[in-house]
């Protein structure tokens, strides 16, 4: 059961690199963990959560960064520092009115880096459902399209009935893609502890 909670913290996403922006505006409980808010974070975007993810925040007591996601036995020695679990970790801990950004990278191949931007720390409104999408622009592309160059290069092709690989394209993106597309009310948030049951089971 969820505990309780009295304030709701408000986060834009920006995904970077990509002009015009894709980005998100979402609210959350105060309760939530770095995990609740990575399902947030892709239930808002579009992505399916079917590839790693960390957050690097500074540490507001010491000025240092730090890196939040799934640890492998605490300790990356690919990368040479100490992952925390983002499990563990409540957003209330690290996110301030001073230290209210983070980077949150989703799929190391494909190498998404969004900026996660505190942008105000609100009470409850009575009778609404957190977490809720409030606004956002564009849609996500594609889950294994390439990073920022594969998107790219996928847009050029579905943006020509011509191109000689525009029926394959098409039909591996699902039939239909509008980049312009997103509406913060066909949002749906899936509930983090299931899917972290679902993920680790």
């Avoid at 975007?45 to 993810?53: K, Q, V």
């Avoid at 209210?100 to 459902?129: C, M, Q, S």
Wanted: negative net charge; charged residues 30%.
């Amino acid at each position: 059961m969820r505990k309780r909670y009295k304030n709701i913290y408000q986060f834009k996403i920006i995904l970077k690199y990509i002009k015009p922006l894709i980005w998100r505006r979402i609210l959350v409980p105060e309760t939530y963990t770095f995990w609740d808010l990575h399902i947030a974070i892709q239930d808002a975007m579009g992505w399916t959560d079917s590839h790693l993810h960390e957050f690097a925040i500074i540490n507001p007591s010491n000025g240092r960064k730090v890196v939040i996601g799934i640890p492998d036995e605490g300790f990356d020695f690919d990368m040479g520092r100490t992952t925390l679990p983002d499990t563990k970790q409540k957003i209330s801990k690290w996110f301030t009115a001073q230290n209210d950004k983070a980077e949150y990278i989703y799929d190391f191949g494909d190498n998404w880096e969004h900026t996660v931007k505190l942008e105000k720390i609100l009470p409850r409104e009575k009778d609404v459902d957190y977490p809720l999408c409030i606004a956002g622009a564009r849609a996500c592309p594609p889950e294994d399209c390439g990073g920022i160059g594969g998107y790219a290069y996928f847009l050029d092709i579905i943006m020509d009935p011509d191109h000689k690989e525009y029926e394959e394209m098409l039909e591996w993106a699902g039939g239909d893609f509008d980049p312009e597309h997103f509406k913060p009310n066909e949002v749906c948030f899936d509930d983090p502890d299931d899917r972290f049951e679902y993920a680790f089971s």
